[in-house]
């Protein structure tokens, strides 16, 4: 008979492999999107550096989880609960950093004025990206239509009921407004700005990491909890045989 109750140690095994394979899925993203990574950090991204170790610590901590829940030995248990509670405050950090910085973004985004988009609608490449995004967005310009200066493009073009309006489309939009004056281009224009769709995808993507980076920490403290008991379990079955030791010699 083992050490530790076996329905337990058959759980805590199990959900050890599971995130071993995650950790395995993490490093074999990683190493796909390393394609990316450089054009990603010429965007101003972060890089993947994070990613790896975040990949390898998963897949280490995992593996060191298996090994003490079947060798059922204390001192292994006592470090992958270290690992846990370590873990656990990390995601938590992490988690309020990320909150803090999608406020952040969402309020830059949204008070941007005329002059802060300036620096970007004078980059080609920015440019060429915005109109892909105000086609398929039913937005126009980064803050208004007027970041287009007096010329302004036809992928702006709002038409009522022949490409979604009122939510029907690919995205939908919030309606049309007539082109600013002194400009050309389309009569009817997007009354939507691209920036506040950028803030419905980033805020959307942080909600995601946000749920990821607390969902391991609630993760991590239940480990915690579970292996807690494991060592609870080991040393009375230790002392349970040293007193039986002690009572046949005596």
Request: aromatic share 12%.
């Amino acid at each position: 008979m083992g050490k530790i109750n076996g329905c337990l140690k058959c759980l805590f095994v199990f959900f050890n492999v599971v995130f071993a394979i995650i950790g395995c899925l993490l490093i074999f993203g990683a190493v796909k999107a390393r394609v990316f990574s450089a054009q990603m950090s010429a965007l101003g991204a972060p890089g993947l550096g994070w990613v790896w170790v975040f990949a390898f610590g998963v897949l280490g901590i995992s593996c060191l989880g298996i090994y003490a829940g079947i060798s059922e030995k204390e001192l292994a248990l006592k470090i992958f609960a270290g690992f846990m509670a370590v873990g656990m405050i990390i995601m938590l950090i992490f988690g309020i950093v990320v909150v803090v910085a999608r406020n952040k973004v969402r309020e830059s985004f949204l008070s941007a004025s005329a002059e802060v988009a300036e620096p970007f609608m004078a980059e080609e490449g920015f440019r060429a990206v915005l109109q892909q995004l105000q086609e398929s967005g039913h937005c126009c310009g980064l803050v208004s239509a007027s970041d287009w200066g007096h010329d302004i493009p036809a992928t702006c073009e709002c038409r009522p009921g022949l490409d979604g309006y009122g939510g029907f489309g690919t995205f939908g939009h919030s309606g049309c407004k007539a082109r600013p004056q002194g400009t050309s281009g389309p009569e009817q224009v997007y009354q939507q700005s691209c920036g506040q769709l950028i803030v419905t995808y980033v805020d959307f993507f942080f909600n995601i990491a946000i749920g990821f980076l607390f969902g391991f920490a609630i993760t991590a403290l239940l480990g915690l909890l579970v292996a807690l008991l494991m060592i609870h379990q080991v040393r009375r079955h230790d002392q349970a045989g040293a007193s039986s030791v002690a009572m046949k010699s005596y």
